[in-house]
């Protein structure tokens, strides 16, 4: 038996939110990876409780990758390559971030076609605008999760450039409809 082709592989599912299997990438739906839940909010339950900007609970090279679905944009500026420090400290020589969060200019599109609180598309949470987008998600705010606060923004080439400012190699950044998928990797490429 190929002892490499059994080995389970950790993501770390940053901002993992309340737990529900479909939030994981697809990437990720495998029986190779493991999924460890890491989020700010105890009333999600995740398995680590933390900040992404202090993840002393995570060991240093300890995780294959981690995946980040829309939740960088609620960091200040100034914390964001701190984050992104703390993913290159616990990710495995080798491993990637996978990252996807709002494309600001998308988004800026339709606020300068003066179309800021009209439905963009309908989420499983209810209709979502420019100004959600750029602010944070409105009926979540209103129920006090203030967690749910937008507090910067990327177009494609600063998001690419924070991840390369923190020694991320390879970033690919690609703008699909409203949102940026992202990839780098910690060291050289995988062969």
């Known amino acids: 038996m190929d002892v490499a082709a059994t080995q389970t592989k950790t993501v770390l599912h940053v901002g993992c939110g309340a737990y529900n299997p479909n939030k994981l990438h697809q990437r990720f739906n495998r029986d190779e990876w493991r999924e460890l839940r890491f989020d700010i909010d105890p009333d999600v339950k995740p398995d680590i409780l933390g900040d992404m900007t202090d993840m002393a609970a995570v060991g240093d090279e300890s995780v294959d990758a981690i995946w980040s679905s829309?939740?960088?944009?609620?960091?200040y500026p100034h914390q964001v390559e701190v984050a992104f420090r703390e993913f290159q400290r616990v990710l495995r020589p080798g491993g990637f971030v996978f990252i996807t969060l709002p494309d600001i200019q998308a988004v800026a599109?339709?606020?300068?076609?003066?179309?800021?609180?009209?439905?963009?598309?309908?989420?499983?949470?209810?209709?979502?605008?420019?100004?959600?987008?750029?602010?944070?998600?409105?009926?979540?705010?209103?129920?006090?999760?203030?967690?749910?606060?937008?507090?910067?923004?990327?177009?494609?080439?600063?998001?690419?450039?924070?991840?390369?400012?923190?020694?991320?190699?390879?970033?690919?950044?690609?703008?699909?409809?409203?949102?940026?998928?992202?990839?780098?990797?910690?060291?050289?490429?995988?062969?």
């Open 109 to 191: 599109r339709h606020v300068v076609e003066g179309n800021l609180e009209e439905p963009l598309y309908v989420s499983p949470a209810g209709p979502v605008s420019a100004i959600d987008i750029l602010y944070g998600f409105r009926p979540s705010l209103a129920r006090g999760n203030l967690f749910m606060a937008h507090r910067t923004g990327f177009t494609a080439g600063t998001l690419a450039t924070r991840l390369e400012n923190v020694g991320f190699q390879a970033v690919k950044v690609q703008s699909v409809k409203l949102d940026l998928w992202a990839v780098g990797y910690k060291g050289s490429l995988p062969a």
């Open 70 to 75: 829309h939740n960088i944009e609620h960091l």
